[in-house]
């Protein structure tokens, strides 16, 4: 059967690559003694892949991740097992049996993020708005991508605010097409004249579900309803 | 701190499940390994004592790794102290600070940690409120070179005499003693070694002419052993790592020592007498470390995993215990028949080989007492290649006592008859493309070895034979690597040297000496500046033979290895005679009736 786990990390956890996270729940996993399939052959692994990698340095309270267990397995207390074998900086949010074969990879569709500027004052904050605000309207905008290649963001943004200090943007996570939000925050810091720090946490991922787009959560809507 | 211009931010986060929070403790204890946070998680003893400490109420050992070039200018320029993982302690705020010296090229390191932690650097410039600096490690059979930096030095094993320390430290300041009294005191344990108590004084000819110790502290220190392995403590529940480190896997040390007494082997000797790890001792704690991290690879450590008397039992019960959990349990390597072994346990897959023959003639192989012979590896590589192995990694030493052109050649020709072997295993059984990596490091004569009087070669003539040696195994498949000699000539230098050179190694830190074990960070000519700044000729270490009666820097340590015993070890050398493994008969190295029990502790 077809498990997926949605967690958050934050702390010491953010600095972890995409490939020690594989390693961090392939072990928490095994600590737990969750009832899991393993690959066949000499090195044998657990079936096991994460929906959208996340870069190092980023939070997250809403990525996901799916697994394979033995079909009837109970899940019900995968959740406060994992919970209990992981330090405070990985936790699992929920767990939910899905259907069908497609990978939670192929359904990407945008991720939402708030990326936290640490301004030394108000008018800092005012720059950031306006300049997030000229970002929006525009009909393009040339940044500098994290090779510094440069790479039209507008499209690629689905949607900006500004709170405070804090940015939140639902940017575009497709194979075709993906926007790093340190990018986006490079441009606006520029553009701004800011000089500034920040810290990025992923909020939610959302796949093309049903015809539509929603949180991968939704997944466990759509196999409660038998579809 | 900003981490987006830092490789790896995760060496420097702490947080790892296992890490161990303590609200306070009357004695912190900095657990220092002078190498990047991979290496340094990857070395069992940091484990080890990780969990000896935390387990004293009184206690709290947190740990500190040597931060990478990025970090450390970063924390200069920003004005800060390195700090401990578990509660972001500056160094300086410890009571005690240890240092593990696991090789010679990493004391540049222990001067950037030293620094970086605010610690002054020299022991004599130390006050009352400055942490104890303590050495402990491989590098402690002569600690001298590096004796200016350090308040006392752990010569041999370390887990019960940190806990005398520790208990020491409490009582001292419970009654107010000051630091030099308790140094004295520390000076009494067994196995601690405090050089400002043992002074030396030079010959014109530039050797040691006495060391004197002074009063109130014994002669020679003693090396320690754990006389009851099977039952000392062993690492439980070891942190986990979030990024990869070295040696990622579940380590479980089943023996200590080693009865094969290769003649170049600082670390066979240094860690005798050989006491093994019961099997059930070492099934439970496989048990608590599996069911605390979730690795999903075993490894077993010792000097020579082979000669364990129990190793099928032992690698069969892992594999029966753990295979459900889809745990590996890695094979022990370097003995030849283990892969004779392996077959039989029908459990692994067929790669590759791995021989460690160190020299290229059976002649030279019997001056360096390493029992392997051609038929030995010949034989096995056949039987490798039969099975569809095709990877065979072979490591050699150069620069050996009394080798000759004719020993490099038998390098060569050991080569050739490999790749022999596996083409006359019919096309159609042997394995896909051959492939032989001939490894060949430079010889460094080592404190404590039957070698430790001789002269190590100079670096043109290792040169040359590496330049030989990849001109001859110009071969197709063969791969020839090779060290670099002016790192093994430095080596050397440490390896045996005395207090002189404490001045030199600080002057090449100051002029930014660091990392020396890294390649790309290692400048031969910044030490060869720091000598000549000094006026030390190098070569007076490394290239100069010494005679059997000259006293040598560390002779106030006592080994426990007898020196009448070197001595005919060293002579045995010459002679090209081989000694029998102490499984098979004792050679009296001077643990026989004081704590060896091989032939029941008996000649």
């Known amino acids: ?227 | 701190m900003k981490w987006n211009d830092i490789e790896k931010p995760a060496r420097y986060m702490g947080g790892e499940l296992n890490s161990i929070y303590k609200e306070d403790a009357k004695l912190r204890f900095a657990l220092c390994f002078p190498d990047v946070y991979e290496v340094g998680m990857s070395n069992l003893a940091i484990h080890i004592l990780y969990e000896v400490l935390n387990s004293m109420e009184d206690v709290y050992a947190q740990r500190a790794f040597c931060p990478w070039v990025d970090m450390a200018a970063k924390l200069r320029q920003e004005e800060k102290a390195l700090t401990t993982l578990e509660c972001g302690q500056p160094l300086h705020g410890f009571d005690m600070v240890g240092f593990n010296l696991s090789y010679e090229m990493c004391y540049s390191n222990v001067l950037l940690m030293l620094d970086l932690g605010r610690i002054p650097m020299l022991a004599a410039d130390r006050g009352e409120n400055d942490p104890i600096v303590i050495g402990g490690g491989a590098c402690t059979v002569n600690p001298e070179p590096i004796a200016d930096f350090f308040d006392l030095f752990v010569v041999g094993e370390g887990e019960e005499v940190i806990v005398e320390l520790c208990e020491l430290y409490l009582n001292c300041e419970k009654t107010g003693e000051s630091r030099k009294e308790f140094l004295r005191l520390a000076a009494n344990i067994q196995g601690v070694y405090v050089p400002f108590f043992y002074q030396e004084s030079y010959a014109e000819s530039g050797e040691i002419a006495s060391v004197c110790a002074l009063e109130g502290v014994p002669e020679k220190v003693k090396r320690r052993f754990v006389e009851d392995f099977d039952g000392a403590r062993a690492m439980h529940r070891p942190v986990l790592p979030y990024i990869g480190t070295v040696h990622d896997r579940c380590t479980l040390e089943i023996m200590r020592g080693c009865a094969n007494g290769c003649r170049f082997c600082q670390a066979g000797y240094m860690t005798r007498p050989v006491r093994e790890r019961s099997v059930e001792r070492v099934m439970a704690q496989a048990e608590s470390v599996i069911s605390a991290t979730g690795y999903d690879e075993i490894s077993l450590c010792s000097l020579s995993s082979g000669d364990y008397s129990h190793i099928s039992e032992l690698m069969q019960a892992l594999m029966d215990r753990f295979e459900k959990q889809r745990v590996s349990v890695a094979l022990p390597s370097l003995r030849v028949d283990s892969f004779r072994f392996a077959e039989k346990l029908q459990q692994v897959r067929r790669t590759g080989v791995t021989f460690a023959p160190e020299a290229g003639t059976q002649r030279l192989r019997d001056v360096i007492n390493k029992n392997i012979t051609d038929e030995d590896i010949l034989g096995t590589v056949y039987n490798a290649f039969a099975s569809g192995a095709s990877t065979v990694k072979l490591y050699f030493m150069i620069g050996l006592p009394t080798e000759t052109m004719e020993d490099i050649d038998g390098i060569v020709e050991l080569v050739r008859a490999i790749r022999e072997e596996y083409y006359r295993v019919p096309k159609p059984e042997r394995g896909g493309s051959l492939s032989i990596t001939v490894s060949a490091s430079c010889f460094v004569p080592k404190a404590g070895t039957p070698f430790q009087w001789e002269a190590q070669e100079g670096i043109d003539s290792l040169r040359e034979k590496q330049w030989y040696l990849k001109d001859k195994l110009r071969m197709k498949g063969v791969r020839f690597q090779y060290h670099d000699a002016y790192l093994s000539f430095l080596e050397a230098v440490f390896a045996r040297g005395d207090r002189r050179l404490s001045a030199v190694l600080r002057a090449a830190y100051e002029d930014g000496a660091v990392f020396d074990a890294w390649q790309d960070h290692f400048s031969f000519e910044r030490y060869q500046k720091a000598f000549e700044g000094c006026g030390i000729d190098p070569a007076f270490y490394t290239t100069r033979k010494r005679s059997f009666n000259e006293i040598l820097p560390y002779s106030h340590i006592d080994s426990l290895i007898s020196g009448e015993y070197l001595v005919r070890e060293c002579e045995k050398a010459y002679s090209a005679q081989a000694t029998p493994s102490c499984s098979q008969k004792c050679a009296a190295c001077g643990l026989q009736g004081a704590g060896c029990h091989m032939h029941g502790g008996e000649e």
């Open chain 1, 1 to 227: 059967m077809r498990v997926v786990l949605k967690y958050m990390r934050k702390g010491a956890a953010n600095y972890i690559s995409h490939l020690d996270m594989q390693r961090a729940f392939g072990r928490a996993v095994r600590r737990a003694g969750i009832d899991v399939v393993y690959s066949q052959g000499f090195n044998p692994h657990i079936l096991m892949s994460f929906a959208s990698p996340l870069s190092v340095g980023y939070a997250t309270n809403g990525d996901y991740l799916e697994m394979r267990m033995q079909d009837g397995a109970d899940i019900s207390t995968v959740k406060s097992d994992l919970n209990a074998v992981f330090t405070s900086d990985i936790q699992i949010l929920d767990v939910f049996e899905v259907t069908g074969n497609k990978k939670l990879m192929s359904l990407n569709d945008s991720a939402a993020y708030s990326i936290s500027f640490t301004v030394e004052n108000e008018a800092d904050c005012v720059k950031i708005k306006d300049t997030v605000q000229k970002i929006s309207q525009s009909e393009s905008y040339i940044a500098n991508d994290r090779r510094g290649k440069p790479v039209d963001i507008v499209p690629l943004i689905r949607q900006l605010s500004v709170d405070g200090s804090v940015l939140y943007a639902l940017l575009k996570n497709t194979n075709d097409g993906a926007l790093n939000p340190a990018v986006l925050a490079e441009a606006v810091l520029s553009e701004a004249g800011v000089a500034a720090d920040y810290e990025i946490c992923r909020l939610e991922c959302y796949g093309k579900i049903g015809g539509g787009v929603l949180p991968f959560t939704a997944l466990k809507e759509k196999a409660a309803a038998g579809c």
